[in-house]
T-cell receptor
């Protein structure tokens, strides 16, 4: 069964610190993996999208890594800011899944950045 | 360019009442989606529309109907609301940008409570 597991479920860090969120998946055949940021009360917003051939991608202070062999991804946040407080969702897409896209969503990691 | 818009933002219904959630996108995307998001669970696909004039069931379609009114608009209808349909509903649109990559954009959500 295609699944996406994220850890930890929640995380509290102090402003200015770094953190790493984890995503393990069992989706096959794999097409791409994306990370979304969801602020409270808002819709998810895409941070990065990585295909099979990419093993790292950055978007400002956000850096995502992908190990397609172990089926693991991580999202590293550098020098956290209060505005980073949000849920971070890992989403994996399967190949040739048509317009439905067969996006499999993780349950998200809720990050709280404290002053 | 408003992206994906949803109305209403909040709604409270009594069991058995009906309502329609509206969604519109101005990005000229072919594919549109309806998801629900419940606490502790990932986003789950209710229905999707690959193109104007077509609709298909997703993972959790029971109790819902959809209409792809035109390329811009995709509505979700609850004919007889039940407390189990209390959730946050997100509309999304999607378009392939290159190769296997596609971008999905979410609306701000509709928070529905069924009493």
């Amino acid at each position: 069964k295609n699944q996406v597991e994220q850890s930890p479920q929640s995380l509290i860090i102090l402003e200015g610190k770094n953190c790493t969120l984890q995503c393990n998946y069992t989706v096959s055949p794999f097409s791409n993996l994306r990370w979304y940021k969801q602020d409270t009360g808002r819709g998810p917003v895409s941070l990065t999208i990585m295909t099979f051939s990419e093993n790292t991608k950055s978007n400002g202070r956000y850096t995502a890594t992908l190990d397609a062999d172990t089926k693991q991804s991580s999202l590293h946040i550098t020098a956290s800011q209060l505005s980073d407080s949000a849920s971070y969702i890992c989403v994996v897409s399967a190949i040739d899944a048509g317009s439905q896209g067969n996006l499999i969503f993780g349950k998200g990691t809720k990050l709280s950045v404290k002053p | 360019n408003a992206g994906v818009t949803q109305t209403p933002k909040f709604q409270v219904l009594k069991t058995g009442q009906s309502m329609t959630l509206q969604c519109a996108q101005d990005m000229n995307h072919n594919s549109m989606y309806w998801y629900r998001q419940d606490p502790g669970m990932g986003l789950r696909l209710i229905y999707y529309s690959a193109s104007e004039g077509t609709t298909d069931k997703g993972e959790v379609p029971n109790g819902y109907n959809v209409s792809r009114l035109n390329k811009r608009e995709f509505s979700l209808r609850l004919e007889s609301a039940a407390p189990s349909q209390t959730s946050v509903y997100f509309c999304a649109s999607r378009e392939r940008t290159s190769g296997s990559i596609d971008e999905q954009f979410f609306g701000p959500g509709t928070r529905l409570t069924v009493l």
